[in-house]
């Protein structure tokens, strides 16, 4: 096969080994941006198909441990939830958690769990952990409608709570929030291709992170040297800052803060780093 | 040959890792890295072998294709043939872009969509219409374009009345041609399609391949992998040959063809033993046996319409009463046929037999003969296995149609329409 002239060279794809390269191809991820909203729409509609109260589960859910909460952690062990009622202290916290472990969950198994699609098609992969990002980020955000409309109960009929203007500040923090569990799910799917090893460590690991986040104990009854675990825990600081601008109560350190978004930073560059050079050759060791 | 050059496939290999993942690749891992960041080339590209699976071999890794090199110009129809464990599929999956190639690369003009499986994406909880959307999405459509295109699909699978039920309610007949019926409507510059999609019901596959066909006369590119030769023949202006992950030939689809029928089918049609060597016993020993097909062209291929004789000559050294038993197997171990001849009273000495195979009866295959001796019409007194193996082709068909014909024979009965 003789190659003639007609080689212009310029070429709309072009596949490689491709080792160890750093591009994040922002104008093919909007080409697919359809896909994306499918993956979405799919995630909430097929989560309670066939059941009769449908996406009320999404509430019900965060309001029976909140309810839990409340009975075994302020009841029982009687920690103090500060000056906070605790059953707002322990919705805001079990439905921030729960954004964060889900998405942590659902995308450090992108790989594995969808090694069928892959398999046959091609698509940029990381449009699958965004999509969870999303879909989850829509559970949240009716969650916290029903964390809000007892805000308002609080702030305008009992007037125990008074927010202040940092909580304009809250979609910034929730934004870290959503990178931090997008790096660390890219970050850990990557590494379970080869070695599966850390999706035991991953599962464990999560349900005791939430012990070193202010979600039962405010950071305010956390005294002594154990504080410092709680502080180097990126989480910390965002939902301490979230708490300060709507409740009125919690830490805000502007210091702590800077730490979590910078630590966020470098996570996710690693993240798309590491799961970039993955998903060329996952198929094979997967 | 001047059209525009739409692929171009430069030095491509990809090596496999062979035996479990998991299990000592941690510490080749660590020693690439190592070989790496001293600026050494990666010390497993050196040790891979050559993938013959049938070998037993010592290194850990396999080249599953060495350096192949091709071009495919705009509205080319591309075959790509080869034996199973050619390359054909590690092929294609670099081309699809599921797997990035070890070494080389591969440069493409347009959009590329690839047909490995059809329904990918499938939900069996979301309803017809959600999975329309859902597959085209993944397939690379927009959804504009799936918009644009709902109604044809929609009547193309047949499925109208079950568009808004869960595709888990669907009969598999329907789900399938509503999967096809998706990728059908694909509207890509380059379509890459695996043969796995043309396997299934001849109805779904006349579908398949008449779709691709169509495709293709409106001047799109379409990469084909297939081992059946007819179809590729039919589909294919040119095609490419892979053994043991090379390139063996590329060019004009027929030449391939030929060419990689002359390679691979390793037919044996004749054997031969002196007395000593013999296989028997102190009964009876096999001398020879020989397929003869009776060619009335100068084709000297083996055709479904090819009578073929089987002679065998055999030594006996005790006088008896002997039969002999025949069996045609085909290569998937279907045994279609056992004859047996009448049973004769033989002294010793030197005897000839000859079976004759009827032109159609015989479907497509490959098969093998077994041949057994049998004394006093009870005891198998000797047999021998895969005696023989031939392989049977099929005709060139008239018609659309150019999947397997289904049936362990194939016999051309009277059949009418009056």
Redo the contacts between chains.
């Keep these: ?1 003789a ?2 002239t ?2 212009v060279g ?9 080792r160890g390269n750093l591009d994040f191809n922002l104008k093919e991820l909007w ?2 941006r ?2 994306l ?2 993956f979405v ?2 995630d909430i ?2 989560v309670y ?2 059941t009769i109260l449908g996406p009320v589960w999404f509430v019900v859910q965060p309001l029976l441990t909140s309810l839990m909460f409340l009975v075994v952690f302020n009841s029982i062990a009687n920690i103090s939830t500060g000056a906070v009622p605790p059953i707002l202290f322990y919705l805001i916290g079990t439905t921030l958690w729960n954004y964060f472990a889900d998405t942590l969950n659902t995308t450090s198994k992108t790989f594995t769990d969808n090694a ?8 940029p992969r990381i449009i699958l952990p965004i999509s969870k990002v999303v879909s989850g980020f829509i559970k949240f955000l009716i969650q916290f409608s029903l964390f809000a409309v007892l805000l308002l109960y609080y702030v305008f009929v009992s007037k125990s709570i008074m927010p202040n203007w940092y909580l304009l500040l809250t979609p910034l923090w929730l934004l870290v929030i959503i990178l931090m569990s997008l790096a660390f799910g890219i970050i850990i799917t990557s590494l379970t291709t ?3 090893d850390l999706i035991f460590l991953v599962a464990f690991g999560v349900q005791l992170a939430m012990y070193a986040t202010p979600v039962i104990i405010p950071l305010s009854e956390v005294h002594g040297r154990k504080k410092i675990f709680f502080l180097v825990n990126p989480l910390t600081s965002l939902f301490e800052a979230i708490k300060y601008g709507l409740l009125g109560k919690g830490e805000f350190d502007a210091g702590w803060l800077l730490y979590s978004v910078v630590f966020t930073i470098v996570f996710l560059v690693l993240g798309i780093f590491i799961f970039n050079k993955v998903e ?2 996952f ?3 997967v | ?5 739409v692929i ?1 496939a430069e030095n491509i290999s990809k090596l ?2 062979l035996g479990q ?2 299990t000592g ?2 510490s080749h ?1 660590l020693k690439r890295w190592w070989a790496r960041t001293r600026g050494k080339e990666d010390p497993y590209l050196k040790v891979g072998v050559e993938n013959d699976r049938t070998k037993k071999s010592d290194s850990e890794y396999a080249w599953a294709l060495k350096d192949i ?3 495919v110009h705009a509205g080319d129809t591309l075959g790509i043939i080869g034996r199973n464990g050619a390359g054909k599929s590690t092929l294609l ?20 969509a ?1 047909l ?2 059809v329904g ?2 499938f ?1 069996p ?2 309803t017809g219409k ?1 999975n329309i ?2 597959n085209g ?7 504009k374009e799936i918009d644009r295109k709902f109604d044809e699909i929609v009547d193309f699978a047949g499925v109208e009345l079950y568009i808004n039920t ?1 595709v888990k309610r669907y009969s598999s007949g329907m789900y399938v041609r509503l999967a096809f019926a998706v990728a059908a409507h694909l509207e890509p510059e380059i379509l890459i399609v695996d043969e796995v999609l043309a396997v299934g019901d001849a109805e779904f596959q006349k579908k398949c391949l008449g779709k691709m066909g169509d495709v293709a006369s409106h001047g799109r590119t379409i990469i084909f992998v297939s081992h059946n030769m007819q179809a590729v023949q039919s589909l294919c202006k040119s095609a490419i040959y892979l053994k043991a992950g090379q390139l063996q030939a ?1 060019g004009q689809t027929e030449k391939v063809i030929n060419n990689y029928l002359s390679k691979e089918i390793k037919n044996c049609l004749e054997r031969k033993w002196e007395e000593a060597e013999a296989p028997g016993n102190d009964l009876i020993k096999l001398l020879s046996a020989e397929l003869l097909p009776q060619f009335t062209d100068v084709s000297e291929q083996i055709m479904v319409t090819t009578p073929i004789e089987v002679a065998f000559s055999f030594r006996v050294y005790k006088a008896m009463h002997i039969n002999l038993s025949f069996l045609l197997y085909t290569a998937s171990g279907t045994c279609i046929f056992n004859v047996g001849t009448e049973s004769k009273e033989l002294k010793p000495g030197t005897y000839h037999s000859v079976l004759k195979i009827p032109a159609n009866l015989l479907n497509d295959d490959i098969y093998t003969i077994n041949l057994l001796f049998v004394k006093d019409t009870s005891v198998i007194i000797f047999g021998k296995e895969d005696l023989l193996t031939f392989e049977v082709f099929d005709i060139v068909r008239e018609g659309n149609w150019y999947g397997k014909w289904l049936g362990a024979i194939r016999p051309d009965l009277d059949f009418s329409i009056t």
Excluded: C
């Design positions: 096969m190659h003639k007609n080689d310029n070429w709309d794809t072009v596949i490689t080994s491709g080409q697919y359809d896909l909203m499918m729409k799919k509609i097929t198909k066939q069928s699609i892959f398999g046959k098609v091609y698509f080869k070695y599966r060329k050759r198929i094979d060791t | 040959m001047s059209k525009e050059v171009r496999y890792h993942v998991g690749t941690l891992d090199n091709f071009d999956k670099i081309l699809s872009r599921v797997t990035a190639p070890t070494q080389g690369a591969i440069k493409i003009k347009g959009r590329i690839s490995l499986e990918t994406g939900h909880e979301l959600e959307y859902m999405a993944i397939l690379g459509m927009t959804r869960p590329a």
